[in-house]
T-cell receptor, first 115, second 111 residues
Framework: GAVVSQHPSWVICKSGTSVKIECRSL??????MFWYRQFPKQSLMLMAT?????????EQGVEKDKFLINHASLTLSTLTVTSAHPEDSSFYIC???????????FGQGTRLTVV | QKEVEQNSGPLSVPEGAIASLNCTYS??????FFWYRQYSGKSPELIMS????GDKEDGRFTAQLNKASQYVSLLIRDSQPSDSATYLC???????????FGSGTRLQVQP
């Protein structure tokens, strides 16, 4: 399966600042990556689909100007949480999109705490 | 109606017993079905995938799929305390590459 590396694994930031999370596909050229968010005791919710060389596709209710996604290469997608607020505190997880009928593999996740 | 439904639990079983986890989904166009295990504070890890009706066995794990009933289950035989985690059912709908997750079932295996 694909090996996905996510960095940082945890970050604490002040309200109003921006935080960048990186997702790297180490052994697979990923034209598509996915960003999920998981609040405590809840399931993973898809935030956006990151497409290499083009704009990301955001799910309904996710602010594209707040959650900036850049997928500049086949191995790296970044998620930037801009002007972070305490309600953005969550577990952010990326996954690599691979062809249909095969499994999805996840990064280690990033625990974001906004204080 | 949620797209993927799971009983939140906790499901408590004694060590060595069989744990049975269930999941229903609403979209009949769903094609691929997955069970993930998630430990607290960690990312999900894939346990099983199943694509066609019937049973699929891998070690202590058996996934069962019934598309007519829109039902998928996971059986864990000889449950171990290390199996204590939240089990997430995920579905890939036709035409989408992302997964839709259930809310998860928390399993507790009592030593």
């Amino acid at each position: 399966g694909a090996v996905v590396s996510q960095h940082p694994s945890w970050v604490i930031c002040k309200s109003g600042t921006s935080v960048k999370i990186e997702c790297r596909s180490l052994d697979f050229q990923a034209t598509t990556m996915f960003w999920y968010r998981q609040f405590p005791k809840q399931s993973l919710m898809l935030m956006a689909t990151s497409n290499e060389g083009s704009k990301a596709t955001y799910e309904q209710g996710v602010e594209k100007d707040k959650f900036l996604i850049n997928h500049a290469s086949l191995t790296l997608s970044t998620l930037t949480v801009t002007s972070a607020h305490p309600e953005d505190s969550s577990f952010y997880i990326c996954s690599v999109g691979i062809p249909l009928n095969t499994e999805a593999f996840f990064g280690q996740g990033t625990r974001l705490t906004v204080v | 109606q949620k797209e993927v439904e799971q009983n939140s639990g906790p499901l408590s079983v004694p060590e060595g017993a069989i744990a049975s986890l269930n999941c229903t989904y609403s979209d009949r166009g769903s094609q691929s079905f997955f069970w993930y295990r998630q430990y607290s504070g960690k990312s999900p890890e894939l346990i099983m995938s199943i694509y066609s009706n019937g049973d699929k066995e891998d070690g202590r794990f058996t996934a069962q799929l019934n598309k007519a009933s829109q039902y998928v289950s996971l059986l864990i035989r000889d449950s171990q305390p290390s199996d204590s985690a939240t089990y997430l059912c995920a579905v890939r709908r036709e035409g989408r590459r992302a997964l839709t997750f259930g809310s998860g079932t928390r399993l507790q295996v009592q030593p």
